[in-house]
């Protein structure tokens, strides 16, 4: 992905306009660069939704009670949020200075390491830095998620391309579900609990 698109003219040529899936791009942006966004899309909407579909798994294998559960999960959520708001506006700065392909990749970076460590957190405060790790990387990329998306799209089709987002983060909104069929997967092959419960979060975590 690039930070932005390269307009105008390089050495006094014209700079190419691509095109993809028939979508015009913006001058410079290249099929490769939105296909690999489209991806970055729908990764960010898996994980958007990742955590309130494995995460239960995970709080009951700790031994939680059910009524503890519900509370556990409203502070996590609360935490997520919080970051969220802070961390959302630092990061759109950060993406004016650095680009945002430099902050949308350490994003979902940073997201993937929380998933990854996820499941080896053996308290409720271990899952509370754990989450704070994910909520971090989570508003990066929703962040650029949104902005990337108006730098790679020629002006004439930004309609067209915001359409094609949004059908990629619709398809992305099934990657949870995909996931707990991992846990369930290993479970069936002869995993521990355990085993089963962590392999959906490395899956995420690897996408």
Same mark, same amino acid.
């Given at each position: 992905?690039?930070?932005?698109?390269?307009?105008?003219?390089?050495?006094? /040529?014209?700079?190419?306009?691509?095109?993809?899936?028939?979508?015009?791009?913006?001058?410079?942006?290249?099929?490769?660069?939105?296909?690999?966004?489209?991806?970055?899309? =729908?990764?960010?909407?898996?994980?958007?939704? &990742? =955590?309130?579909?494995?995460?239960?798994?995970?709080?009951?294998? =700790?031994?939680?009670?059910?009524?503890? /559960?519900? #509370?556990?999960?409203? /502070?996590?959520?609360?935490?997520?949020?919080?970051?969220?708001?802070?961390?959302? *506006?630092?990061?759109?700065?950060?993406?004016?200075?650095?680009?945002?392909?430099?902050?949308?990749?350490? &994003?979902?970076?940073?997201?993937?390491?929380?998933?990854?460590?996820?499941?080896?957190?053996?308290?409720?405060?271990?899952?509370?830095?754990?989450?704070? %790790?994910?909520?971090?990387?989570?508003?990066?990329?929703?962040?650029?998620?949104?902005?990337? #998306?108006?730098?790679?799209?020629?002006?004439?089709?930004?309609?067209?391309?915001?359409? #094609?987002? *949004?059908?990629?983060?619709?398809? *992305?909104?099934?990657?949870?579900? #995909?996931?707990?069929?991992?846990?369930?997967?290993?479970?069936?092959? *002869?995993?521990?609990?355990?085993?089963?419960?962590?392999?959906?979060?490395?899956?995420?975590? %690897?996408?």
């Amino acid at each position: 992905m690039q930070g932005s698109a390269v307009a105008g003219e390089s050495a006094g /040529q014209p700079v190419p306009t691509n095109r993809f899936l028939g979508l015009k791009l913006a001058p410079g942006v290249k099929a490769r660069n939105m296909l690999t966004y489209l991806w970055a899309a =729908m990764v960010t909407s898996g994980y958007a939704g &990742g =955590m309130a579909f494995l995460q239960p798994s995970l709080l009951s294998l =700790m031994k939680i009670e059910a009524g503890q /559960q519900a #509370i556990v999960t409203t /502070q996590l959520q609360l935490t997520q949020e919080a970051v969220f708001i802070v961390a959302t *506006g630092l990061f759109g700065s950060l993406a004016e200075r650095a680009g945002r392909r430099v902050v949308y990749v350490g &994003g979902l970076l940073v997201a993937a390491l929380g998933y990854a460590l996820y499941p080896s957190g053996d308290s409720v405060g271990m899952l509370f830095v754990f989450r704070f %790790v994910y909520s971090l990387g989570g508003a990066a990329i929703l962040a650029m998620m949104v902005t990337v #998306i108006a730098d790679y799209a020629h002006e004439e089709h930004r309609g067209k391309a915001n359409g #094609i987002q *949004g059908l990629v983060v619709t398809l *992305g909104a099934f990657i949870p579900l #995909i996931l707990t069929q991992v846990a369930s997967a290993r479970k069936e092959a *002869g995993a521990s609990l355990e085993e089963a419960v962590a392999s959906s979060f490395h899956a995420a975590s %690897v996408l």
